[in-house]
């Protein structure tokens, strides 16, 4: 008994001693990202100057371009990784309503990627509801040859616990029953219009999809309930194959060079506006922590590589990509760990895909807190789809990132918006975002030993249907178990 309390005792002095020497370094990079951040000036210089950072059009090279110059200007190690895609844009969309189909009335929309190249529909107008499985069951077959009109969210008075599913996901279970078209009420007051993508591959889907503001989308639901309405969807885009870089900063490893940790976001944007939000917050955040770690000469024993993907919005196409090659190189094992920061603000704690990382999150969020009471020390695990972690959670790579923020300004609505631009960004909560990041990930690649690994193929299974993942991942055609 003995020998175990002095044994206690000692690992507690090493951790101890091990976290102090974590406590220095969290205060350096506090007050360097304090006193020297560039991340909300060199935001505001991109959405000024480049704006939008759409993949494959010539204002994503210049993004790209813009990035790599940025961290070399701050003296990293960085280089591109080219890949191609097939990419997507919008051209041209008329969509008409009314319950007379010989005098219909144009409203306001816009094309959600990736819809056809070209397309030219009319039809009746069907009322899918929140567009879930459940919604289609009772009269599957009302829906073959229309226009189904689907709620972005979940309708209030829905039943309790109801769970919506992405954009992608409800055109997808549309088509399978039959519709020619959908129509996505978005959930946001004053017209708001929303973007993305209503494919769950990155792939064109075979049916047009549009968006439409809450209030036109609402009536238009009152309407149908006494008068049956038509719609009638023509529209032109762009598919093919583009070019596009993800840009990586590397500071190798001094100890372990091989174990990789992955700081990644996306830095491309839809086109509606500048993307400052989704996701300039979160891919200046990562340019400003890999200069943060280049001017305090921060030494770690694991290969840091901070990532900027391109695609993300189109079907995590550079993500995609990065584990492609990686896998083509056979240097997938290396990575250890991935960060993700997709709009993420002014974290209050820590998130991760393994519960495992509790102790060792919360042990280094206590000494953040020692910095700044404004961080919690929250903590969270759990997994969930739709960015750029996605590809290497479903290589079994644990994931994580900040936990508990808010998005500045009241910004959520204008989420893949017209209005998603620069005024919503709070500069000090960005730099939170930055310093409080730039700490963790320093701590990661220090820590002596990380206590989960990379899983296999049966505990990745029992992983993601514990997090109830199964079904979206099997419409997506991403489920690779019988």
Same mark, same amino acid.
């Given at each position: 008994?003995?020998?175990?309390?002095?044994?206690?005792?000692?690992?507690?002095?090493?951790?101890v001693?091990?976290?102090?020497?974590?406590?220095?370094?969290?205060?350096?990079?506090?007050?360097?990202v304090?006193?020297?951040?560039k991340?909300?000036?060199?935001?505001?210089?991109?959405?000024?100057?480049?704006?939008?950072?759409?993949?494959?059009?010539?204002?994503?090279?210049?993004?790209?371009?813009?990035?790599?110059?940025l961290l070399?200007?701050?003296?990293?190690?960085?280089?591109?990784?080219?890949?191609?895609? &097939?990419?997507?844009?919008?051209? $041209?969309?008329?969509?008409? #309503? *009314?319950?007379?189909?010989? %005098?219909? @009335? /144009?409203?306001?929309?816009?094309?959600?990627?990736?819809?056809?190249v070209?397309?030219?529909?009319?039809?009746?107008?069907?009322?899918?509801?929140?567009g879930?499985e459940?919604?289609?069951?009772?009269?599957?077959?009302?829906?073959?040859?229309?226009?189904?009109?689907?709620?972005?969210?979940?309708?209030?008075?829905?039943?309790a616990?109801?769970?919506?599913?992405?954009?992608? &996901?409800?055109?997808?279970?549309? $088509?399978?029953?039959?519709? #020619? *078209?959908?129509?996505?009420? %978005?959930? @946001? /007051?004053?017209?708001?219009?929303?973007?993305?993508?209503?494919?769950?591959?990155?792939?064109?889907?075979?049916?047009?999809?549009?968006?439409?503001?809450?209030?036109?989308?609402?009536?238009?639901?009152?309407?149908?309930?006494?008068?049956?309405?038509?719609?009638?969807?023509?529209?032109?885009?762009?598919?093919?194959?583009?070019?596009?870089?993800?840009?990586?900063?590397?500071?190798?490893?001094?100890?372990?060079?091989?174990?990789?940790?992955?700081? *990644?976001?996306?830095?491309?944007?839809?086109?509606?506006?500048?993307?400052?939000?989704?996701?300039?917050?979160g891919?200046?955040?990562?340019m400003?922590?890999?200069?943060?770690?280049?001017?305090?000469?921060?030494?770690?024993?694991?290969?840091?590589?901070?990532?900027?993907?391109?695609?993300?919005?189109?079907?995590?196409?550079?993500?995609?990509?990065?584990?492609?090659?990686?896998?083509?190189?056979?240097?997938?094992?290396?990575?250890?760990?991935?960060?993700?920061?997709?709009?993420?603000?002014?974290?209050?704690?820590?998130?991760?895909?393994?519960?495992?990382?509790?102790?060792?999150?919360?042990?280094?969020?206590?000494?953040?807190?020692?910095?700044?009471?404004?961080?919690?020390?929250?903590?969270?695990?759990?997994?969930?789809?739709?960015?750029?972690?996605?590809?290497?959670?479903?290589?079994?790579?644990?994931?994580g990132?900040?936990?508990?923020?808010?998005l500045?300004?009241?910004?959520?609505?204008?989420?893949?918006?017209?209005?998603?631009?620069?005024?919503?960004?709070?500069?000090?909560?960005?730099k939170?975002?930055?310093?409080?990041?730039?700490?963790?990930?320093?701590?990661?690649?220090?820590?002596?030993?990380?206590?989960?690994?990379?899983?296999?193929?049966e505990?990745?299974?029992?992983?993601?249907?514990?997090?109830?993942?199964?079904?979206?991942?099997?419409?997506?055609?991403?489920?690779?178990?019988?």
């Open positions: 008994m003995k020998y175990f309390f002095v044994a206690g005792l000692i690992c507690t002095s090493l951790f001693k091990a976290q102090d020497n974590f406590s220095d370094a969290f205060n350096k990079i506090n007050s360097d304090q006193q020297n951040s991340a909300y000036q060199t935001l505001r210089f991109e959405t000024e100057t480049i704006g939008h950072r759409l993949t494959g059009s010539s204002n994503g090279a210049r993004a790209e371009k813009y990035a790599f110059d070399k200007s701050y003296g990293c190690e960085v280089k591109f990784q080219p890949f191609e895609v &097939e990419s997507w844009n919008r051209k $041209t969309l008329s969509v008409e #309503i *009314g319950a007379n189909k010989n %005098n219909l @009335v /144009k409203i306001k929309a816009v094309t959600l990627a990736h819809s056809p070209n397309a030219d529909v009319s039809g009746s107008i069907v009322d899918a509801g929140n879930l459940a919604d289609y069951q009772a009269k599957p077959d009302q829906f073959k040859g229309k226009i189904a009109l689907i709620y972005l969210g979940v309708l209030p008075g829905s039943p616990g109801t769970k919506s599913l992405h954009r992608s &996901e409800k055109t997808a279970i549309a $088509t399978k029953y039959g519709a #020619i *078209g959908v129509i996505i009420i %978005n959930t @946001v /007051k004053d017209g708001v219009l929303l973007t993305g993508t209503a494919s769950v591959t990155g792939k064109l889907i075979p049916i047009p999809a549009v968006c439409i503001g809450l209030e036109s989308g609402m009536a238009l639901k009152e309407k149908l309930k006494s008068e049956p309405q038509q719609a009638h969807i023509a529209m032109t885009n762009f598919s093919g194959i583009i070019k596009a870089r993800n840009v990586i900063a590397t500071f190798k490893g001094t100890e372990m060079p091989d174990d990789k940790i992955v700081v *990644g976001g996306h830095l491309d944007s839809w086109d509606l506006a500048t993307g400052a939000i989704d996701n300039g917050i891919s200046f955040a990562i400003d922590m890999a200069r943060t770690f280049k001017k305090l000469n921060l030494k770690t024993k694991r290969t840091v590589e901070f990532v900027l993907f391109m695609g993300e919005e189109q079907g995590l196409l550079g993500s995609k990509a990065y584990i492609d090659q990686a896998k083509k190189a056979g240097t997938l094992n290396q990575v250890k760990f991935m960060l993700n920061y997709d709009m993420t603000n002014d974290p209050k704690g820590f998130s991760t895909s393994r519960a495992e990382m509790k102790d060792l999150f919360t042990s280094w969020g206590a000494d953040i807190v020692k910095i700044d009471t404004g961080f919690k020390n929250l903590f969270n695990a759990g997994a969930g789809l739709h960015s750029d972690h996605q590809p290497f959670m479903l290589e079994g790579i644990p994931t990132g900040g936990f508990g923020g808010k500045p300004n009241n910004s959520g609505p204008y989420y893949h918006s017209d209005g998603d631009s620069f005024k919503l960004v709070n500069e000090q909560e960005l939170n975002t930055v310093r409080y990041s730039a700490m963790l990930t320093y701590a990661l690649a220090n820590t002596p030993n990380i206590p989960v690994g990379v899983q296999g193929e505990e990745l299974r029992t992983f993601l249907e514990s997090q109830n993942l199964k079904e979206p991942l099997t419409i997506a055609g991403e489920w690779r178990w019988k």
